[in-house]
């Protein structure tokens, strides 16, 4: 489902715009630390915040994440887009975040720095659709 | 509305992340140059996109920017979210695109690079709320 170009961007450590829907049909955004698992994005939340409690009520999410390039047609930058559905798990995030500090902070890091962390909910995204400007939108 | 430090990070010439609601009431996410007229913020298309009927049909809109701070206390990346609701009219996107091509690829530059662009689409968003990480969420 998620083309290799795509998949790149992905685990660039850039970092990934969240949208949301609240309850009242608004958007909401947070920005998080991403990661892949086969064709799925993986995102570690601590507390249960609301984008917690939005996805859970409606799965629709858009993940956006811009990259250091320019598109040779267009000479606009390069980002992604995914249209996915989420699905929320708790447990696990103290040892996905450990896992991304070490792309979004640098090696050696630990994070969460403090002992006996929260265990979190993992969000899984499955891809339905990418968009943006990129290699992806061309079917490379 | 809009906090000083908000200001700064929307005039910073880093691209917008524009959410939108679909008709179906799911997310729909793209990127764009921003500009700020007073407390309002202001985005040209082009073309009638999607997101230009998304917002005719729902105006409740999120932007997102990305800014190169770190936040001090928590030690994660600054990023400014603008909830607010949009103002389509129809005229003036070639003149604010060239207006923000200054800011988003450097001066002197001639854009749209064509001549006789189409009039486009300006936005304007107001602002109802600020979030993210960042000064203007301590009140600064």
Redesign the interface.
């Known amino acids: 489902m998620l083309p290799e170009s795509a998949k790149a961007a992905v685990t660039s450590g850039r970092?990934a715009?969240l949208?949301?829907?609240n309850p009242d049909?608004?958007?909401?955004?947070?920005?998080a630390w991403v990661g892949l698992d086969g064709d799925d994005i993986l995102i570690a939340t601590m507390p249960d915040q609301r984008k917690i409690r939005n996805m859970r009520r409606?799965p629709?999410?858009?993940v956006?994440i811009?990259t250091n390039d320019r598109d040779p047609a267009s000479g606009l930058?390069v980002?992604l887009?995914v249209?996915g559905r989420a699905t929320v798990t708790e447990g696990g995030a103290p040892e996905l975040l450990q896992q991304l500090a070490y792309t979004y902070i640098g090696p050696g890091v630990k994070f969460p720095p403090w002992d006996d962390p929260p265990p979190g909910f993992v969000t899984r995204i499955t891809v339905e659709r990418v968009?943006?400007?990129g290699p992806w939108t061309r079917g490379e």
Do not use: F, M
């Not at 049909?25 to 920005?31: A, C, D, F, I, R």
């Open positions: 970092l715009h949208a949301t829907i049909g608004s958007p909401h955004v947070t920005l409606d629709r999410v858009a956006s811009e930058d980002y887009v249209y968009g943006g400007i």
